[in-house]
């Protein structure tokens, strides 16, 4: 149960875990030798709790991160800062230049293919029940591709974040030649 | 967390604090004692607010020598005593104003 436990700890974003792991991890561990004297009903609920705090812990803490990172100064300019510890990579620019691109070829070859097929779209008649049975797999799908899209939105945030706080946190000033001790990141 | 009214787990950990610093396990012990087991806080949720008391200098985090190992205790900070005493005036007010108005619907 405390591996379990253990692996839940390391969902926490690293300075978080850092910080308080060992201690949640003596608690947990102080938890369970309590437990032991409890009956197994409790001991369930008790793990089912503390499954879903450390679940929940983890999410809240990833979101208070990614929400805090980026903070809108409410100056007369709206400028939009970032916390330090926060670097988009400079690749960043260049794949949104490649997807805006992609989205405008998209759309091009959207017009030219309704050029080329207008008035030939069939009338659209009743739905038949197997026509109905047949939309089935088509929502699966479109459903499967949103959760396919969301997971690959995440772990880009997920990716961009980590390549972004690791870079800057393995910045070694004092082995740069000419850095001193101004540098500001 | 200045005006907004304190949460339930929140106000436990504070109250749990506010006679002798104690560890995490030990509040977790104290606020189900206090809410005599109808409240047990998960470790997930205590660190999570622990970690925001900290953040904003309600509490203070110390290391103290306890047998073996070190644990780190936790106190509240004179901002956190003074918030929790708004808190406790703010709850006795609507405490007295909720006994006025059942006490007139019931003569």
Redesign the interface.
Same mark, same amino acid.
């Given at each position: 149960m405390l591996l379990l436990y253990h692996f839940l700890v390391h969902l926490y974003p690293a300075t978080?875990r850092g *910080?308080?792991g060992e201690?949640?991890l +003596?608690? @947990?561990s *102080?938890?369970l030798t309590e437990n032991q004297k409890k009956g197994v009903m409790a001991r369930i609920v008790?793990a089912v709790? *503390?499954i +879903?705090?450390? @679940?929940?812990? +983890?999410l809240? *803490?990833h979101i208070r991160n990614i929400a805090g990172s980026i903070r809108v100064e409410k100056s007369f300019s709206r400028r939009v800062t970032m916390r330090s510890d926060f670097r988009f990579p400079k690749t960043t620019v260049t794949l949104m230049a490649l997807v805006l691109l992609a989205v405008f070829l998209a759309i091009e070859k959207g017009k030219d293919i309704q050029a080329s097929i207008a008035y030939a779209n069939p009338q659209v008649g009743p739905i038949h029940p197997t026509q109905q049975l047949a939309l089935l797999p088509t929502l699966l799908l479109v459903l499967a591709f949103a959760c396919l899209m969301g997971a690959f939105g995440w772990a880009m945030l997920f990716a961009l974040r980590r390549t972004g706080s690791q870079r800057l946190s393995n910045v070694d000033v004092s082995s740069r030649p000419g850095c001193g001790t101004s540098l500001s990141i | 967390m200045d005006s907004a009214p304190i949460s339930e787990p929140i106000l436990l950990i504070l109250l749990s604090l506010a006679d002798q610093p104690r560890h995490?396990?030990a509040i !977790?012990r104290d606020t189900e004692t206090m809410t005599e087991g109808r409240l047990? !806080?998960?470790?997930?949720?205590?660190?999570?607010a !622990?970690?925001r008391l900290l953040a904003d200098g309600w509490i203070e985090r110390f290391h103290q020598e306890d047998g073996s190992r070190g644990?780190?205790v936790y106190r509240l900070t004179p901002l956190g005593r003074r918030n929790l005493q708004q808190e406790i005036t703010r709850l006795k007010l609507i405490t007295r104003l909720a006994s006025l108005r059942i006490a007139s619907k019931e003569t």
């Open positions: 978080y *910080e308080y201690e949640m +003596a608690v @947990l *102080e938890v008790s709790c *503390e +879903a705090g450390l @679940l929940c812990g +983890a809240r *803490e | 995490g396990y !977790l047990r !806080l998960s470790t997930g949720t205590l660190y999570g !622990l970690h644990k780190q």
